[in-house]
């Protein structure tokens, strides 16, 4: 397995990041829930378009890499 893409690496920071706005507001107690819910939401919709860009690259791969056949040797009876 490789390193994470830029898109997925951009799609978690977004999560990350409109979670912490979302906390801050809500702790700051500047917003009413009602009022900062578009940043959850953002927060997981960034989360789930990670998860899925990550099992789709992974699914390729495994789609273009050979199976690996395992070198078993046969032991001889006594």
Do not use: C
Not at 20 to 32: C, F, H, K, P, T
Not at 34 to 51: A, D, N, P, T
């Amino acid at each position: 397995m490789k390193g994470f893409t830029l898109k997925e690496i951009l799609l978690l920071s977004a999560s990350l990041g409109f979670l912490m706005i979302w906390v801050s507001e809500l702790i700051a107690g500047v917003v009413s829930w009602k009022e900062s819910y578009f940043w959850l939401m953002f927060s997981i919709v960034s989360l789930l378009g990670f998860q899925y860009y990550k099992n789709r690259r992974m699914a390729e791969e495994r789609k273009a890499s050979p199976p690996v056949v395992p070198d078993v040797k046969t032991k001889k009876k006594k």
